[in-house]
């Protein structure tokens, strides 16, 4: 089944710039679909998109359906409900995408409580879940801390578990781990593969990293200027890419690791 | 051989805080061994570098520069190390003043070292342009038309303008996309190579290390765990915390 079908998608400025051209895919119930590409491609526009969530002078045309819900024009009024029920998402930086001045149990007891309705002690328990779902060491101490007294991997978790808070059947995911140190990101992409195959969530992720990307995705869609450039199978796509653009993404890619392979010989 | 920078059991606290943010940290940099400082997110890289930049000083222990402890008041000492010591910063975006066309930002270095005049810094400044590989008309435009990749390659046109010995980058290519980080390592690669620089660089990206780091040192809460070539440190690494860093790494499917 279709959970996400965009059909020529086209993300324009009001100066008639077009920054994403004429895309189109589609992520079925619980598939992982990856969009890959360099600053600039129009990856994470195409997210907000999807959301309906692009920034002000920016206007998209073409096709969103999520969930049966078409996005694009969709009066604002109509896509709360769509937004967290049948899609949450989880940005690149946590410190921007938490509230500063609120404790952080209170910003996750907020999207449970509009969901399940529990409120009280119950609400507290449920936050505390939460918090422990996303493996984070001592729920209680991290429920009552606001986002400058938590570690930036300890933000990410945190805005994992709001996403998470409202089952969402599609986690959209803008380069969650980029601003994180390489061993921590290495758990957090565990962490979303586990939480994701236990839910059977669909999973969008967007990152400029094939080797992150293919962590977390089964298929791949490659970006470069607003437009897709080749999509399959992400093995595939590292093994044989077969346009000359993914072919230099994968070449700069391979090239970078290689480095560490020859220091690694013994 | 005297080493050209060198810590040797440095330590640094700030004021109002209990405990030291690196301590103990005893590293040389040798004329032509290119370092790396590894370690994750206030591990105490930056203060190293801050260290080593002359920009900090130790509460303990000392910083050398050719053998001598560095003293920001020995004005005639900061010259000779200014002008043998540059850097190179993370950010292309906020490194570059964008009120000052590209000619005047790579000059800088030999207008305030005294080095030159306008005019004859305009030959050295078109030198180092093209050793980067951009146009020579950049000298007459603002940072701001420029991409990403092109502003790290003005801020090490900057930094090798006065020819300087040690070339000290901050996760030079971390704000890089992966196309363009591959360049910027080549061109790091070449001035190594060709102009006898060495690198002191601090990142958290193990293979950027790897291609041009001969020596590696690893941080750990502000103390080295683990230093010594990089074959041997990244290839058998005998700290438990280096190898986790190792196996962190992600890597394409083969």
Redesign the interface.
């Known amino acids: 089944m279709t959970l996400l079908d965009v059909r020529g998608l086209t993300v324009r400025t009001d100066d008639g710039r077009i920054l994403v051209d004429d895309l189109s895919f589609t992520v079925a119930g619980g598939e992982r679909l990856g969009l890959i590409g360099e600053s600039g491609s129009g990856k994470s526009l195409t997210t907000l998109a999807v959301l309906g969530l692009l920034p002000d002078g920016m206007t998209s045309s073409g096709s969103v359906e999520l969930a049966g819900t078409q996005m694009v024009g969709a009066a604002e009024r109509s896509l709360t409900g769509v937004r967290g029920r049948d899609a949450a998402v989880v940005f690149q930086e946590p410190l921007t995408a938490l509230d500063p001045l609120m404790r952080l149990g209170r910003q996750i007891a907020e999207p449970l409580a509009r969901r399940t309705g529990l409120t009280g002690k119950h609400l507290r328990g449920a936050v505390h879940q939460a918090l422990e779902q996303v493996r984070l060491p001592e729920p209680d101490r991290i429920a009552r801390a606001f986002a400058h007294e938590v570690s930036g991997g300890q933000r990410q978790r945190v805005a994992l578990a709001m996403a998470l808070a409202c089952e969402p059947r599609l986690l959209i995911a803008d380069e969650p781990t980029t601003a994180l140190d390489v061993s921590v990101q290495a758990e957090m992409l565990e962490l979303i593969d586990g939480l994701v195959r236990e839910r059977e969530m669909a999973v969008l992720f967007v990152s400029h990293d094939l080797a992150v990307v293919s962590r977390v995705t089964d298929r791949v869609l490659v970006m470069k200027d607003g437009r897709a450039v080749e999509q399959g199978v992400v093995h595939d796509i590292v093994r044989a890419p077969r346009e000359t653009y993914t072919r230099a993404l994968v070449a700069s890619a391979r090239k970078l690791e290689s480095a560490l392979d020859l220091r690694s010989a013994p | 051989m005297t080493p050209v920078l060198e810590l040797k059991d440095a330590a640094v606290r700030y004021r109002g805080t209990a405990a030291d943010v690196v301590a103990d940290v005893s590293l040389a940099v040798e004329a032509g061994e290119s370092l790396a400082l590894v370690g ?2 206030g591990a105490g890289k930056t203060t190293l570098l801050r260290l080593l930049l002359g920009l900090a000083r130790p509460t303990a222990g000392a910083v050398r520069f050719d053998g001598a402890g560095l003293n920001p008041r020995d004005r005639e000492q900061m010259r000779r190390f200014r002008r043998s010591v540059q850097c190179v910063f993370q950010d292309p975006y906020s490194s570059l003043d964008p009120s000052r066309r590209v000619g005047a930002i790579v000059a800088e270095p030999l207008r305030s070292l005294g080095l030159d005049s306008r005019s004859t810094a305009a030959p050295k400044v078109a030198a180092a342009l093209e050793r980067v590989g951009l146009q020579a008309d950049a000298v007459d435009r603002y940072p701001h038309e420029f991409s ?1 990749g092109q502003r790290q390659r003005i801020a090490i046109a900057r930094a090798t303008v006065c020819d300087p010995r040690v070339l000290l980058a901050d996760e030079p290519v971390s704000a890089l ?6 360049k910027v ?1 080549d061109l790091l690669a070449e001035l190594k190579q060709e102009r006898g620089l060495t690198l002191v660089m601090v990142s ?5 290390v ?2 041009l780091c001969e020596r590696t040192a690893v941080l750990e809460r502000g103390r080295v765990v683990e230093q010594g070539a ?2 041997q440190v ?3 690494p005998g700290h438990p915390y280096t190898r ?10 083969v």
């Open positions: 994750e997110s990403g996309d992966v196309t363009t980080r591959v390592v958290h990206d193990l293979s950027v790897a291609s990089t074959s990244l290839g058998e986790r860093l190792i196996e962190s790494v992600p890597r394409l499917p």
